[in-house]
């Protein structure tokens, strides 16, 4: 029955994102932002499902359960947040821009040089961000439906790349819709069954109002607050966010579904998060295997709830694989080949749509190898808006505000200074936001497991100090700040 449910709920979705293919009607622009035509529910509705993913569901509830309620609940508040900061701050000048993909925004400001250099930053931050997703997906699939861990990934890529592929942007929003509807359903319902069951019980010091988790680091301060840091700035150069805010009809449009997107986040990561906390109680002492939340569902929750559930897990998967599938791949193409959008030949299709649906499979296929090296939800999600923090937040930031003083040299120094300070420290470092890093471990005598958290702030403050040196270096620009925007009709 189960099986059965989930099953349905995810044909539902695949039939939606075929149905609504055709708006694509051979068109990049259709295909990549929708025409620039979503109204506030379908913007609204991308940007949360851009936020709500497994890694900020199971994330969310394993790290809870284990850690305390800042712990997990980090991950979709700080998603939150950077929704909110982008809505107050950058929604409606990005949409007045009308860019295809994020990395236009640094040619316009930097050249080409830097739009090479935060694409391929981009796709490989955003492959491991894919993978997270794809992990969840996974232990599903290996839990509920029997089949191995590998056969899971696989599963749920080709469900997402089936409509993906097809109707882009139209297929991802209008899908994304019917997946929050799930997702908030879902989350409501597992809070008030555990309360009505079993209660809301909080272990001590572990619960929302105990604020030692923001203060004290042995009390992980640093990690949560690294986390909220990470996520809700770092997050703000994010490929699918901005994607879905240029498909925005209007630049109210898209500071309105931010705001909007920003409540949602918070309404659904919060009850995962409460639900987490009464694990401990509900489960006593027997052992978990696996995440906590499916531990939950398997062995308590009805079958009824455990469907819903489910079905909002493998939902909000869906709908952020394929916002980064889109949008990676519109990446790889635009601007690493260097493919500007152009009319197709008489009877024939348009070459970016047609090589941004080529390179769709290829960037799956990169996630695919993170998915099964690493097989961590929250970690994955955190080390990609990390990476993004450390190198592009300052460029694009000062892009919009010191316009008078960017220069093409200073956003390659912060991208270079953050990105390379962020890896050498993440290669020294044990642990990485309190999970071993069995990722990239030099061992070394230097650094220890109490130094997990910090190297999220030294990374961005280091990229902006050689941001702001090579600029003051410069003379300062007069006139016309940036270069004219490449044609995008």
């Not at 819709?177 to 989350?187: D, E």
């Not at 650094?447 to 003379?475: E, H």
Request: net charge neutral; proline share 5%.
């Amino acid at each position: 029955m189960i099986i059965l449910g989930v099953t349905i709920g995810v044909l539902v979705v695949l039939f939606v994102g075929l149905a609504v293919a055709r708006k694509v009607d051979g068109d990049s622009t259709n295909f990549l932002v929708a025409g620039r035509s979503l109204a506030l529910p379908l913007s609204a509705a991308g940007l949360m499902g851009q936020a709500v993913d497994s890694n900020a569901t199971l994330g969310n509830t394993d790290l809870s359960a284990s850690l305390g309620f800042w712990a997990g609940a980090s991950l979709p508040l700080g998603l939150g947040i950077c929704l909110l900061l982008t809505g107050i701050f950058f929604a409606k000048p990005m949409n007045r821009m009308g860019l295809l993909s994020l990395p236009d925004f640094y040619r316009i400001k930097y050249g080409r040089g830097v739009e090479l250099a935060a694409s391929i930053l981009m796709i490989f931050s955003f492959c491991i961000l894919l993978a997270g997703n794809l992990v969840a997906g996974g232990f599903l699939f290996e839990r509920f439906l029997g089949t191995s861990y590998t056969v899971g990934v696989l599963l749920i890529v080709g469900v997402v790349l089936a409509y993906t592929i097809t109707g882009g942007m139209f297929s991802d929003a209008y899908t994304a819709f019917i997946q929050m509807v799930i997702t908030v359903i879902g989350s409501a319902a597992l809070l008030i069954w555990v309360g009505v069951r079993f209660g809301i019980t909080v272990p001590e010091g572990m619960g929302p109002f105990d604020l030692g988790q923001l203060t004290d680091p042995a009390q992980g301060a640093t990690i949560n607050w690294a986390t909220l840091v990470a996520l809700g700035i770092g997050d703000i150069v994010a490929i699918d966010f901005m994607q879905r805010i240029f498909s925005a009809r209007s630049p109210e449009t898209a500071r309105r579904a931010c705001f909007v997107g920003a409540a949602g986040t918070a309404i659904v990561g919060i009850p995962y998060a409460l639900v987490a906390l009464s694990t401990g109680a509900i489960f006593g002492d027997t052992p978990t295997d696996g995440p906590v939340l499916f531990a939950l569902l398997e062995g308590y929750a009805p079958a009824f709830l455990t469907i819903l559930v489910l079905s909002a897990i493998v939902a909000a998967s869906c709908s952020t694989a394929n916002g980064v599938i889109l949008g990676t791949a519109c990446v790889a193409v635009r601007n690493i080949a260097g493919l500007e959008q152009q009319a197709a030949p008489a009877g024939g299709r348009d070459p970016l749509l047609r090589r941004v649906r080529v390179t769709m499979p290829l960037v799956v296929g990169i996630a695919v190898f993170f998915a099964l090296r690493v097989p961590e939800t929250g970690i994955l999600l955190t080390l990609a808006f990390d990476l993004m923090l450390a190198g592009l937040v300052v460029p694009f930031v000062l892009g919009h505000w010191w316009p008078s003083r960017i220069t093409t040299a200073a956003a390659v120094a912060a991208i270079a200074v953050g990105v390379v300070v962020r890896m050498v420290l993440f290669a020294m470092t044990p642990v990485f936001y309190g999970v071993e890093n069995s990722l990239l471990y030099v061992p070394n005598d230097l650094i220890g497991p109490a130094f997990d958290g910090w190297p999220t702030f030294i990374a961005p403050v280091l990229s902006l100090l050689a941001f702001v040196a090579v600029a003051l270096l410069a003379p300062r620009r007069e006139g016309a700040t940036v270069p004219a925007a490449p044609a995008v009709a």
